[in-house]
């Protein structure tokens, strides 16, 4: 009957729960919101929510998607405050909104990430910064299940800046979504692998908001808000 979108962010200590935690925290409050949620078919039937770009373990975010289908038209505001109320502090619902067209997913096209560098010094954060935008590429190894990956964090990299001002040092990025989606770590491994940076404690990432990125404004654009008249995304 209904599809809703849902913001939602990851704060505090809660930053540290992983995907697979989350998605059972967010089905045990569905029960106890009382949502009327479809289901899926076939032997095992479970709600269905299409989950979108999750940041990675161990980083904040403000800006977390993901679509769930309902039974009956519901209220938005209604959904959020339950579903808010019902999962622990921490993880915080911040919108709810009636689907719009097209698919959730092609709205969520890049990253604004805001990186805490405590301790770090503002002229070699700044000079890390300049020799990263120079370079035409920074391939940087991944370690995964399977082995060891290159990626290059260079080629994702639609903006990047060191506020030398801000205490601590903060780098501000916009990071372009591919695959494999590039972390603020690997960032912050293409700095150390171009100029020798590297942060004196452990830095803090937070996810600031998704979107479509606007060459023209450099601007992330709001995959919550209705796209532009004859446009469906």
């Given at each position: 009957m209904q599809r809703l979108r849902v913001r939602f962010a990851k704060r505090?200590?809660?930053?540290?729960?992983?995907?697979?935690?989350?998605?059972?925290?967010?089905?045990?409050?569905?029960?106890?919101?009382?949502?009327?949620?479809?289901?899926?078919?076939?032997?095992?039937?479970?709600?269905?929510?299409?989950?979108?770009?999750?940041a990675p373990t161990g980083a904040a975010s403000e800006a977390e998607y993901l679509e769930l289908a309902v039974t009956r038209v519901c209220d938005p505001d209604e959904i959020r405050a339950a579903l808010d109320a019902a999962l622990p502090p921490g993880l915080d619902v911040v919108q709810?909104?009636?689907a719009g067209?097209?698919?959730?997913?092609?709205r969520?096209?890049?990253?604004?990430?805001?990186?805490?560098?405590?301790?770090?010094?503002?002229?070699?954060?700044?000079?890390?910064?300049?020799?990263?935008?120079?370079?035409?590429?920074v391939p940087v190894?991944?370690?995964?299940?399977?082995?060891?990956?290159?990626?290059?964090?260079?080629?994702?990299?639609?903006?990047?800046?060191?506020?030398?001002?801000?205490?601590?040092?903060t780098l501000h990025a916009v990071v372009r979504h591919q695959s494999p989606t590039v972390r603020p770590d690997e960032v912050l491994a293409g700095l150390r692998l171009v100029a020798g940076f590297t942060?004196?404690?452990?830095?803090?990432?937070?996810?600031?908001?998704?979107g479509e990125w606007d060459d023209a404004t450099g601007t992330l654009a709001d995959p919550l808000a209705d796209p532009p008249e004859g446009r469906d995304t």
């Open positions: 505090g200590r809660l930053r540290f729960t992983s995907h697979r935690d989350f998605q059972r925290a967010f089905e045990r409050a569905l029960r106890r919101a009382d949502v009327p949620m479809a289901w899926s078919q076939g032997f095992t039937p479970h709600p269905r929510v299409s989950y979108a770009g999750a709810v909104v009636a067209p097209g698919a959730l997913a092609d969520l096209q890049a990253s604004s990430w805001s990186i805490e560098l405590p301790g770090a010094a503002p002229e070699q954060a700044a000079a890390a910064v300049t020799a990263f935008l120079a370079a035409e590429s190894e991944r370690l995964t299940k399977n082995g060891v990956r290159k990626l290059d964090p260079r080629a994702a990299v639609l903006w990047l800046a060191a506020d030398t001002a801000a205490d601590p040092v942060p004196p404690q452990p830095p803090r990432a937070v996810r600031l908001a998704q």
